[in-house]
C-alpha cells in the first residue's frame, strides 16, 4: 500500500517533468492495487478454508494472481513498452495532467505559487524627465557603488589602524534626516593576523586586541569626482547625521577571532587618545566568568591552551567569549538550518545587531523537481537569527509561520522560536529578503513561469539569468537591491532584483523582484516585457556604450599606463516607456594600492547612451539626448498626406477581368 506513494517521487519522467505520468498511473498503479486485493482475498479465502467453508482452489487463484501484479509492476520491459509505443508518440495528450500537477507543484515548494505578475507597457516614444521631483527621489537612491569594489575603499579609508578590517560591505537602508536612503555599511572588526608577527602573542591576541569599533556607512548614490560622502565614519565612530549608538564595539562578527578573557587587569585596547590608546573594559554579559581556580582549570584543559590557567591577569569580573565568529556560533546551537552565505550589520540607537537568514529545506515535496544537485525540492525563508555583537546573545523569529518544518522544531524546542512580531522594532526595519533563496526561487521560475502544460512540454518561453558584463567576460546575473516606489507611488520600498533573458538570447525578458519591507515582504513580482519587441538586454546595452565614439574616446584616455579602467555592475530600473539602465565606471591604480574613485556614470535608455559625473548630469544630458533622437526622427520620416480612396462598382471590375483574361 504504502509503494503508492513512492510514485510520487518517480524520476523516469524527468527532465521533462518529476513525478508519475501515464505509466506509473494507469500501469504501475492498478498492479498494486491488484496486488493488495489479490493478497486480502487469498487471505479470506484461506480463512474460509480453514474452516472448510471452500477447497484450496479460490485461495492459490488469487495468491498467484498477486504474485505475477507484483512482478508486473517491476518488470522494466513492460514499462518501457508502454511508454515507448503508447506514451512518447501521444506524450502531449498522455501526460498533459501529470506535467500540469508537477508544474504546480514545483511552484508551490519554492514559495512562487502566488507570483504576481505584470505586464511592462513599452512606449514607442521613450522620453525621460530630468525635472521630475519624482526621478530626482529615485535618482537618490541608485546603487552606484558595487559592493564587491567597495571592500578595498573601506579597508583603505577607514581601516585606519593595522588590526582592524572590513569582512564584508552589506546594503540595506535607513531613514537619515527624515529621509529614506539606501546604504552601504561594513563593520570594522578586529582581526589578529594583521598585527605584526612579533606582536602576536598570547596577552595581545587573548586579554588586549579583542574587539572591533563600530561600522562605516556612506549613502548607495555617489557623483564622480567629488569626495566621499560619510554618514558614519572614523574612531571612535562619529556621524553628521544623527546615526549614534549606545554601543559600538563588536565583540562578534564574521572574522575567525580566538577567546578573549574580559575584563581583566591589562585593560583592552579601545579607540586612539591622541598619541596613546584609550583603555576600555568589557561589561556585557557574553561568555562564561572566569573566577576560580577550578574553572580556569577547566577550561584550559577544554582549550588546551595552559596560559589560561596560570595567567594572572583575570579579576572577578572576568569572563571568556568564545565562538565568537557568528556563523559558528549559530551552527552549534542549531546545525539543522541552512544559512545564507551573507549575515549583515545592522546599526541602531540600541547598539550593532547581526541578522543571519535562516533556511528550512526538505528532499521529498511530492512531484515538485529537484534543485540542480542540491538534493532538496523544497525551502523556506522560515528564520531570522539576531546575534548581539557586544553579548553575543543568540535570538531566533519565526519568519514563515506557516513553514511546518519550522513548526515541528518550535514544538521540539519549546520557548526557542519567537514570532516575528516580538522582534524590537529597529530590527525589524532592517530585515530583508535574502539573496540566495531568491537565486534559487529564480533559477526554478525561469522553466516553471510556464504554468500551460502545452507550453511547458515545448518549453517555448524559456529564460535565463541575463549577462552582465565583468570586466571582459559575461557572467550570470547576480540579485540586487534598488529603492523605488513601484507599488505605490511616492512611497519608497526597499526591493530585491534579478534581470532575466530568454535561452540563448541577450535581450530582456522580465524583471524580477521582491518585495523587502514589512508589508510586503517576500511578496514576488514579475514584469514581463512583450515577446514581439526589442527589450535591449544588459549585455546589448554594454555593446552600446563601447560602440559610443564619444565614451570610448574617453575610455582610451583613461585607460593609460599607470591606472585601470572598472566597469561596476549594471543597474536596471523599470522606468517609463523602458527600462532605464546605469552603471558606474570607476579608476584605480594598476599598483598594489587600489583605491577605486567613481569617475563617470553611463545611464541608458532605449538605443541613447550618455556619461556624466553625476547622476542627475547624467538624467539631464539623457533627456536631452532622446528629445534630439526623436526630433531627428519627425524629420527623417514627415508626416504622410492623407491616402485618397476611388470607389469602383463591382459591375466594372467584372468587365474588365473578362476583358484581359488571356486566351488560354
Known amino acids: 500500500m504504502l509503494e503508492r506513494y513512492d510514485l510520487l517521487y518517480e524520476t523516469a519522467n524527468l527532465p521533462i517533468f518529476k513525478g508519475p505520468g501515464f505509466v506509473e498511473m494507469t500501469v504501475i498503479l492498478p ?53 515507448k509505443y503508447i506514451v512518447m508518440p501521444n506524450q502531449m495528450v498522455r501526460d498533459r495532467h501529470y506535467i500540469k500537477a508537477s508544474v504546480e507543484s514545483t511552484l508551490a515548494a519554492y514559495g512562487l505559487d502566488k507570483v504576481e505578475t505584470r505586464d511592462f507597457e513599452m512606449n514607442s516614444a521613450v522620453s525621460f524627465d530630468a525635472d521630475d521631483p519624482d526621478t530626482l527621489r529615485r535618482l537618490r537612491n541608485v546603487p552606484v557603488w558595487d559592493k564587491d569594489v567597495l571592500g578595498s575603499v573601506f579597508e583603505e579609508l577607514q581601516g585606519i589602524r593595522t588590526y582592524y578590517s572590513f569582512p564584508t560591505i552589506d ?22 593576523s594583521k598585527l605584526p608577527e612579533v606582536a602576536q602573542n598570547w596577552i595581545n591576541t587573548h586579554l588586549q586586541y579583542t574587539h572591533g569599533q563600530g561600522v562605516a556607512m556612506i549613502p548607495a548614490a555617489q557623483a564622480g569626482d567629488e569626495p566621499m560622502t560619510w554618514f558614519i565614519k572614523d574612531i571612535p565612530p562619529q556621524s553628521q547625521f544623527g546615526l549614534s549608538s549606545d554601543q559600538t564595539n563588536i565583540y562578534y562578527g564574521l572574522e575567525d577571532k580566538p577567546y578573549a578573557i574580559v575584563p581583566n587587569s591589562v585593560g583592552e585596547i579601545g579607540s586612539p587618545a591622541g598619541e596613546s590608546e584609550n583603555i576600555v573594559n568589557y561589561n556585557g554579559k557574553g561568555g562564561i566568568p572566569v573566577n576560580s581556580l577550578w574553572r580556569k582549570f577547566l577550561l584550559a584543559t577544554y582549550f588546551k591552551d595552559r596560559d589560561i590557567f596560570f595567567t594572572t591577569k583575570t579579576n572577578k569580573q572576568s569572563r571568556i567569549l568564545f565562538r565568537r565568529n557568528i556563523t559558528e556560533r549559530i551552527l552549534h546551537i542549531t546545525p539543522f538550518f541552512k544559512l545564507d552565505q551573507d549575515p549583515y550589520i545592522v546599526h541602531t540607537p540600541k547598539g550593532l545587531f547581526w541578522i543571519q537568514d535562516a533556511y528550512t529545506t526538505a528532499s521529498n515535496y511530492p512531484i515538485a523537481s529537484p534543485y540542480k544537485a542540491e538534493g532538496f525540492n523544497y525551502i523556506r525563508n522560515a528564520v531570522k537569527i539576531v546575534v548581539d555583537a557586544y553579548n553575543g546573545n543568540v535570538s531566533y523569529y519565526e519568519a514563515d509561520p506557516r513553514d511546518p518544518i519550522i513548526n515541528a522544531y518550535r514544538k521540539m524546542y519549546p520557548g526557542m522560536f519567537k514570532p516575528i512580531s516580538e522582534m524590537p522594532a529597529f530590527l525589524k526595519q532592517h530585515i530583508r ?23 511547458f512540454f515545448r518549453q517555448e518561453d524559456n529564460w535565463m539569468f541575463s549577462k552582465i558584463a565583468i570586466g571582459q567576460e559575461f557572467f550570470p546575473a547576480t540579485p540586487y537591491y534598488l529603492t523605488l516606489d513601484l507599488l505605490e507611488p511616492g512611497k519608497d520600498e526597499f526591493f530585491l532584483f534579478l534581470p532575466l533573458s530568454p535561452f540563448g538570447r541577450d535581450n530582456l525578458r522580465a524583471l524580477m523582484f521582491a518585495g523587502n519591507d514589512l508589508k510586503n515582504y517576500g511578496k514576488i513580482y514579475a514584469y514581463r516585457f512583450p515577446r514581439n519587441q526589442q527589450v535591449y538586454g544588459p549585455a546589448q546595452v554594454h555593446s552600446l556604450v563601447n560602440q559610443d565614439t564619444v565614451i570610448s574616446e574617453q575610455f582610451s584616455l583613461w585607460d593609460q599606463q599607470g591606472s585601470e579602467l572598472v566597469f561596476g555592475k549594471m543597474i536596471i530600473e523599470p522606468t517609463g516607456g523602458a527600462p532605464l539602465y546605469i552603471q558606474p565606471i570607476y579608476l584605480q591604480e594598476e599598483g598594489p594600492l587600489k583605491i577605486p574613485q567613481i569617475k563617470r556614470l553611463i545611464m541608458s535608455l532605449g538605443d541613447a547612451v550618455v556619461m556624466a559625473p553625476s547622476l542627475e548630469e547624467a538624467a539631464i544630458k539623457l533627456e536631452h539626448e532622446l528629445r534630439r533622437k526623436f526630433d531627428r526622427f519627425e524629420k527623417k520620416v514627415p508626416m504622410s498626406p492623407p491616402i485618397q480612396i476611388q470607389t469602383i462598382p463591382a459591375d ?13
Request: no cysteine; net charge neutral; glycine share 4%.
Open 31 to 83: 498492479f498494486i492495487w491488484v496486488t493488495v486485493l489479490s493478497l486480502m482475498l487469498t487471505g479470506i479465502f484461506l480463512v474460509l478454508k480453514i474452516n472448510r467453508r471452500v477447497g484450496w482452489k479460490m485461495p492459490i487463484i488469487f495468491f498467484l494472481i498477486s504474485v505475477i501484479a507484483f512482478l508486473g509492476k517491476d518488470v522494466d520491459t513492460f514499462r518501457d513498452t508502454v511508454r
Open 652 to 664: 466594372d471590375i467584372k468587365k474588365e477581368e473578362e476583358e484581359t483574361k488571356p486566351d488560354h
Open 171 to 192: 546594503v540595506d537602508r535607513y531613514w537619515v534626516d527624515g529621509e529614506y536612503r539606501q546604504v552601504y555599511l561594513g563593520a570594522r572588526e578586529i582581526n589578529n
Open 433 to 455: 529578503y535574502p539573496r540566495d533563496i531568491f537565486t534559487i526561487q529564480m533559477s526554478i521560475y525561469a522553466t516553471y513561469h510556464q504554468t500551460n502544460p502545452e507550453r
